[in-house]
């Protein structure tokens, strides 16, 4: 069944670009000649760990909630995640003058709950096993009159997030293959927009953890298929499935989707740290560890990484690095 309204189109990404501008970093794309010794490609790697609050997200998240008329804006924003989307709703909504509720579960990092906190939003802990987050978004949603804002099934979040993409190939120009992170499908689906636009020959990938591979479950079955909670060091990727707006578009353009396990993502992770000199968390490593594994059919060929985000807990990432 064809989706009811149209899909977002190059068209809004670029407006979406312009309501960033000044707003979000344009991020820089690091080379490594070690990386292309290694891989024989040309690697090009977007680093959106060096975004502001550390992810992609807070493209999205700005991009909707600039969209809002003033009275929404007025009323506020809500969002449910434990993760880069709590933030970057939280940080994007200050921005714009406007006000954010989080819903998040009790048992949160607290270096989590502290940093959503820290951009002035108010949390709303709930309890993770008796409770539907979703259920108390909406009906603080309904009560206090809040837009609810999802972390990638939402035209303007996808907007949002094909800009890193853009600017990629504004940057460096066209490319033959682009590797990109994929948990419920915003950043990959905003990616694919953008390639088609600018890039139309480049083959692109979405990259997800295997032990979550809902997304290349739901391209060989050509519907969305909806799997148990992922156990993967890729927090960023533990969604169930793939969304309604964002599969469409999945299922349009991306050339495939492609999987790897934990180890690549410590693998890649290790490298950035050692050889790059960056911080790059697990779910960030997707697209580089799918990169990496594919060396072979890109050989002296200009390849894309993006670099989704850079949120880590220090002291699991030290464990990782030393290889405990
Ligand atoms: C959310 C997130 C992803 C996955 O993005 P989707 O739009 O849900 O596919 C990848 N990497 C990081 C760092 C994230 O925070």
Known sequence: MPPALPLPTIDDVRAAAARLRGHAHRTSVLRSATADARTGASLFFKCENLQRMGAFKFRGAFNAIAK?????????????????????????ARELGSTAVIVMPADA?????????GYDAEVIPYDRLRESRE?????LADERGLTLIPPFDHDDVIAGQATAALELFEDVGELDALFVPLGGGGLLSGSLLAAEAV?????????????????????????????????TIADGA?????????????????????????????????????????VVEPTGCLGAA??????????????????SGGNVDLARYAAWLAGA
Request: with cysteine.
């Open 68 to 92: 809002l008329d003033p009275a929404q804006r007025r009323a506020g924003v809500v969002a449910f995640s434990s993760g880069n989307h709590a933030q970057a709703i939280a940080l994007a």
């Open 290 to 307: 799918g990169a990496f594994a594919a060396a072979n059919d890109w050989q002296g060929r200009r390849v894309g990484v993006i670099l």
């Open 199 to 231: 890039s139309p020959l480049c083959a692109v990938f979405g990259v997800e953890p295997a032990a979550g591979d809902d997304g290349r479950q739901s391209l060989r079955r050509g519907e969305i298929v909806t799997i148990g909670i992922p156990d």
């Open 135 to 139: 259920a108390i978004a909406q009906r």
């Open 109 to 117: 990092p607290a270096a989590k709950l502290a940093a959503t906190r």
């Open 238 to 278: 533990m969604t169930r499935h793939l969304g309604e707006r964002t599969f469409p578009i999945i299922r349009r353009l991306a050339r495939d989707v492609v999987t790897v396990d934990d180890a690549q993502l410590v693998d890649a992770m290790r490298f950035f740290a050692e050889r790059m000199k960056i």
